[in-house]
Nanobody
Framework: QVQLVESGGGLVQPGASLRLSCAAS????????MSWYRQVPGKERELVAR??????????NYADSVKGRFTISRDNAKNTVYLQMNSLKPEDTAMYYC????????WGHGTQVTVSS
């Protein structure tokens, strides 16, 4: 059974850092395209960061709004994907979702990130 469990969200001040984790079970993250999306109420879910499969080189890409501040990574031994978020801004406030894609797309339940002074 495929399962994605996000953690690491919280309430932080502008300029702070957070690291989100996505623990996967039922499949191997290195064989899937793994992504982080975010969504705020009333808006569409948007792609934040993506990492390709290991065989595709583990290439990463980011939304323009987070380039240089966020980093996606994968720990194959822990079967976990991370999103390191630095220099957080109020506009980064959203529910963050982990996503796995290989023919079928799987979603986690999300973790809330709130950036506010």
């Amino acid at each position: 059974q495929v399962q994605l469990v996000e953690s690491g969200g919280g309430l932080v001040q502008p300029g702070a850092s957070l690291r989100l984790s996505c623990a996967a079970s039922g499949f191997t993250v290195s064989n899937y395209v793994m992504s982080w999306y975010r969504q705020v109420p009333g808006k569409e879910r948007e792609l934040v960061a993506r990492i390709t499969t290991a065989t595709a080189g583990g290439l990463t890409n980011y939304a323009d709004s987070v380039k240089g501040r966020f980093t996606i990574s994968r720990d194959n031994a822990k079967n976990t994907v991370y999103l390191q978020m630095n220099s957080l801004k109020p506009e980064d406030t959203a529910m963050y979702y982990c996503n796995a894609l290989k023919v079928i797309r799987y979603w986690g339940h999300g973790t809330q990130v709130t950036v506010s002074s």
